[in-house]
């Protein structure tokens, strides 16, 4: 294992940063570990959260930003209702999350993939089209038989259209896609 | 009038951002000013002979010493005018330290801030009168509320001074905490072994009145001169002829009541004496569980009782006691340790209070000595001890560390191997707080010798699985999480104030925090007085604490008792409030404002009139600002002192 350098290598714009964007403050983390031991995705996790915790109060921006982490999180917020110093954790994930996607870090190809074509999905439909979206996912990704048996179940019940649903105010939903667009630039 | 001024450097605490120089340069111009001087520490012994010198050489009638906050060296300033022949009121103290030099880096601002302070303490000055206090007598009886062992140990100290003591206990026998408690760490030694001796000491001690089940109901008068009423709870049986026997016990029907000294850990019968060293060791019978009290039949404890000393219609009664001194040692109590839903307590019977496992623990306590499980009486393999429950978490309000849950946790788990060989001892932690006299040594015994498995990090969830307990958790050194299947899970609930506490406090007069816990006069100078003079404090009323430092604070608080007693007449503070006669209307106002009770009504050639009782004011001002005549001045702090002090500001 490397030595890190704790003076050199901490990046104080960073640490600043994820604190300004998730309104937390990340020195209360006292390290007790509830988060990691109420996390339900710790299985898939390459770095727990609360060693995320540990790694933003040290300013690893690099080791964060590509973690897989960030991406597997699924927002479920136990962490953050478990804190005993009242950090929103979720939040700060999701900070992470969009801080690596504006940088061009995608630890999690398939998820940020799925993310993408979902949000595609309610901007052309006004809401999401389940079988669109699932025929683009798999398009791009090549999971070709992912959750495949799930099908001959849902199909029957009508839960996965072969049109997309006629919503009121279509234009509406893609008029905020348009306005998220400008503000970024 | 002639008065001098001494400006302090305090090293470069003041003299950093402060000109001093310049500051006693310019209070020359300060009218009646005759002398001034700047110094390094004015404080300092050549500081103080410096002033004393200066009074002596220019016969000065009053000094302003412009220096640190009054609560740190009015004290000193003022025995050192003394010891020149002045009166000690004639001396005011401007604060250029915490008010200007520490707040203010800008040189020149401060300079004059300090200036103007100066300038507003040398008007008051002009205006202060020499002021006398008045003696009175001390009653040397001393009333010690709580009978824990902080409690004991005042009270013992107190009485081995030839001191009466009156000792107050809300529940029917001594002991406190310590009582319930199988172990003490760090030397395992057995608690009710080494806690008895001292409490047949206070039963038989000649200068010790015990009230069990009672509480200080209402407290009046002021330092020497405590008038106390004391509320007795009814036992329902006349402790004078009860002899402790224990023959109602074994026979009254009613087994289901409120185990309180088990910390409900089973149940016990409606007569009953909580352990057999009880202090005093005499039956009560719980109204809520006793069938004759409830329904009106029974009576079979009546029928027993050798000496016939149950009464059932006994009432509660009021007894006034006259003290010169109290001592708070009304100790702690848990955490509710249901507050985490996620952990179960209270829902899951097998998940306990470290207090209730020392119950477990305990040789004398529901299951003889032996450790079963609440829900099914089967001996654990496997017990998890998850800390800071309560403690160290924000979230539920309880942000401090109550000190002593390591402590106990690995006596536990020591005390756990030694009942169970074949038993596995898990302790969840966040931090091992262990810095005591051979503290951190035990800690490491129970990991090192005892086989105790510590884990770093948190319980997420504790949830029933067949007839066991799966503890999730993690261990954050590993990065991991952790699951174990345990028989029982003791939670180290964290201590918190006493239930009644900030009752007792309004009732004493004295602080308490946001938690419940009372305020010591100094946190770190004065820890075992308050604010009130007379009243001192001990044990975890002031704050969680272990056991050796509860002992010391017991001991503390009496050494205090005994100094206070040891003068013949107290002298009351000067700075009281007197009335102006020819002003007052005789509305009353003050007298309804006084929170001393330190006015009175009294008639003036028909006319009613306000007058302060002397020995009772405390001179904290509310009356003269009620007062709609101006009738009513609080000596040394006038209403013309005041606004002579409002004017020079203005006009500087």
């Known amino acids: 294992m490397e030595v890190v350098d704790i003076h050199a290598s901490c990046d104080h714009e960073f640490i600043a940063k994820v604190e300004e964007e998730s309104e937390q403050k990340v020195r209360l983390c006292y390290q007790c570990g509830n988060c990691t031991a109420g996390c339900p995705y710790t299985f898939v996790y390459d770095i727990p959260v609360s060693q995320v915790m540990r790694l933003v109060q040290a300013g690893q921006k690099e080791r964060l930003l590509s973690c897989k982490s960030i991406w597997l999180c699924a927002t479920c917020e136990s962490c953050t209702t478990r804190c005993p110093n009242e950090i929103d954790v979720a939040r700060i994930m999701d900070v992470l999350r969009h801080m690596a996607r504006r940088e061009g870090y995608v630890a999690e190809k398939n998820v940020k993939k799925f993310w993408d074509t ?9 809401r999401v089209f389940e079988m669109g979206l699932l025929a683009t996912y798999v398009a791009k990704t090549g999971r070709f038989w992912t959750d495949m048996e799930l099908g001959p179940k849902i199909l029957p019940k009508g839960k996965l259209s072969f049109k997309p649903h006629e919503i009121q105010g279509k234009d509406k939903v893609a008029e905020i896609f348009k306005r998220f667009r400008e503000m970024q630039q | ?61 009053g000094v302003v010493v412009s220096s640190c906050t009054p609560r740190m060296h009015e004290p000193t ?7 020149a022949g002045l009166n000690r009121f004639m001396f005011e103290m401007a604060n250029i330290r915490e008010h200007v030099s520490w707040i203010g880096k800008d040189k020149e601002a401060n300079t004059n801030k300090a200036i103007e302070l100066t300038g507003i303490a040398v008007e008051k000055l002009r205006r202060d009168q020499p002021l006398f206090a008045k003696q009175f007598d001390i009653n040397k009886r001393v009333l010690v509320i709580g009978g824990g062992v902080a409690g004991i140990q005042a009270a013992l100290d107190c009485a081995d001074g030839d001191r009466e003591v009156v000792l107050v206990e809300r529940e029917s026998t001594i002991g406190g905490k310590m009582a319930k408690l199988d172990k003490t760490f760090p030397t395992v030694d057995c608690s009710s072994c080494i806690l008895g001796p001292k409490m047949v000491d206070v039963a038989q001690h000649p200068k ?36 402790g026997c224990g023959l109602c016990m074994e026979k009254c029907p009613s087994k289901k009541s409120t185990d309180r000294f088990n910390e409900q850990v089973g149940s016990t019968t409606a007569i009953n004496i909580p352990f057999p060293q009880a202090i005093p060791k005499k039956a009560v019978i719980d109204p ?65 209070t470290g207090l209730q496992y020392e119950r477990l623990l305990s040789a004398s ?52 191997k030694d009942h169970i060989p074949d038993s596995s001892s898990y302790v969840f932690y966040m931090d091992i707080r262990s810095p005591g006299k051979m503290y951190d040594e035990f800690t490491r015994r129970a990991m090192e010798e005892y086989g105790t498995q510590y884990v770093r990090g948190r319980v997420s969830m504790i949830y029933p699985q067949g007839d066991k ?14 699951e174990v299947e345990a028989d029982l899970v003791v939670l180290a609930a964290g201590a918190e104030a006493a239930v009644g506490a900030p009752q007792l406090a309004e009732k004493l007069r004295i602080s308490y925090d946001k ?46 008792v005994l100094a206070l007693f040891a003068k013949d007449k107290l002298e009351n503070d000067p700075m009281i409030s007197l009335v102006d006669m020819k002003r007052c209307v005789g509305c009353g106002k003050c007298v309804r404002v006084c929170p001393f009770g330190a006015i009175k009504e009294i008639d003036v050639r028909g006319e009613p009139k306000a007058e302060v009782i002397e020995t009772v004011c405390q001179g904290c001002g509310l009356c003269t600002a009620t007062c709609p005549q101006g009738a009513i001045q609080l000596s040394h702090f006038t209403d013309n002192q005041i606004l002579a002090e409002v004017n020079a500001l203005c006009q500087l």
């Open chain 2, 208 to 243: 010790i009145q015990l009230y069990a089940m009672a509480e200080v109901e209402e407290i009046g008068g002021y330092v020497g001169n405590y008038e106390v009423k004391i509320r007795r709870k009814a036992p329902y049986v006349n402790w004078d002829l009860c002899t």
């Open chain 2, 77 to 83: 300033f003022r025995r050192t005018v003394e010891r």
């Open chain 2, 365 to 416: 306590g529901p299951t003889g000595g032996h450790v079963k499980r609440p829900s099914d009486g089967k001996e654990p393999k496997t017990i998890v001890f998850v800390q800071c429950v309560g403690s160290r978490d924000k979230s539920v309000d309880r942000p401090y560390c109550s000190g002593f849950c390591c402590m106990y946790t690995a006596k536990q788990a020591i005390l756990t």
């Open chain 2, 288 to 352: 809520k569980f006793c069938i004759k009290l409830t329904k009106g039949k029974c009576g079979i404890c009546a029928k027993i009782c050798p000496t016939k000393a149950i009464v059932f219609d006994q009432r509660e009664e009021i007894i006034s006691e006259s003290v010169g001194a109290i001592v708070a040692a009304t100790g702690y109590d848990l955490f509710d340790i249901s507050k985490y839903g996620e952990y179960g307590g209270g829902r899951l019977p097998d998940v306990i």
């Open chain 2, 515 to 560: 938690y419940g816990f009372f305020m010591e006069s100094h946190p770190k100078l004065r820890p075992v007085e308050t604010n009130t003079a007379g009243v001192y404090l001990a044990g975890s009323c002031q704050g969680p604490k272990d056991i050796p430092a509860s002992v010391a604070q017991g001991s503390a608080a009496a050494a205090k």
């Open chain 1, 118 to 126: 979902f949000l595609d999905s309610v901007e052309k439909h006004g």
């Open chain 2, 1 to 61: 009038m002639k008065i001098g001024v001494f400006v302090c450097h305090c090293g470069s605490n003041i003299g950093g951002t402060v000109d001093a120089a310049r500051v006693a340069e310019a209070s020359r111009e300060f009218p009646d000013v005759v002398f001034t001087s700047d110094t390094m520490y004015a404080c300092s012994e050549p500081g103080q002979d410096g002033i004393i010198q200066a009074i002596k050489d220019n016969q000065l009638d």
């Open chain 2, 469 to 482: 307990l799966m503890v999730r958790g993690a261990d954050t050194l590993m990065g991991t999480q952790v």
